[in-house]
């Protein structure tokens, strides 16, 4: 078996527009976390994303793609995204394997590299109800924004049915 060399930032943007997705991608410095890219606000709006990478104890591994200053419940919200056990989070090698991304690059982008369906993505209501969402594009040195609807098209065409469910505090 070829070991697939993880997707690039090119190649998502290739592939968002293979599908006729309108979206606008800003670089900027690498940032990997979001206290460092509030920085940004200004000159991207819309809802802007934290991304969560959790797994439960039957290694059935989640993406949770929040709003940037929201809370998650990691003692509570394995209820809500119908995990086996509580959540802890993932280790990075799992996180490259599935995702194609380091730590401080997670995005639900990273779902054109789950090939083997191994991340269940959850997008939280909240930011759902942005018109425009922002995500890293594979890389924390620019951000993508994209509308709430293609990021869910955008999905299905990874062969993903992201849960559109209120994860959040």
């Given amino acids: 078996m070829t070991e697939q060399l993880p997707k690039t930032r090119d190649d998502l943007l290739a592939f968002l527009d293979d599908l006729g997705i309108k979206h606008s991608t800003k670089d900027h410095a690498p940032v990997f976390t979001v206290a460092e890219s509030v920085s940004l606000r200004d000159e991207i709006p819309g809802g802007h994303t934290k991304n969560l990478f959790v797994k439960d104890k039957k290694d059935n591994f989640f993406l949770l793609t929040v709003e940037e200053n929201a809370t998650v419940d990691l003692k509570t919200v394995h209820t809500v995204i119908a995990a086996a056990s509580k959540v802890s989070f993932g280790k990075p090698e799992k996180l490259m394997e599935y995702l ?20 269940t993505f959850v997008l939280d209501a909240d930011l759902m109800a942005h018109n425009v969402i922002n995500c890293h594009p594979l890389s924390n040195d620019a951000t993508t924004s994209i509308s709430n609807d293609d990021l869910v098209r955008f999905m299905e065409a990874t062969g993903h049915q992201p849960l559109v469910l209120k994860v959040t505090a």
């Fill in 100 to 119: 194609g991304v380091i730590p401080g690059a997670v995005t639900a982008f990273g779902a054109i590299n789950d090939a083997g369906n191994n991340v």
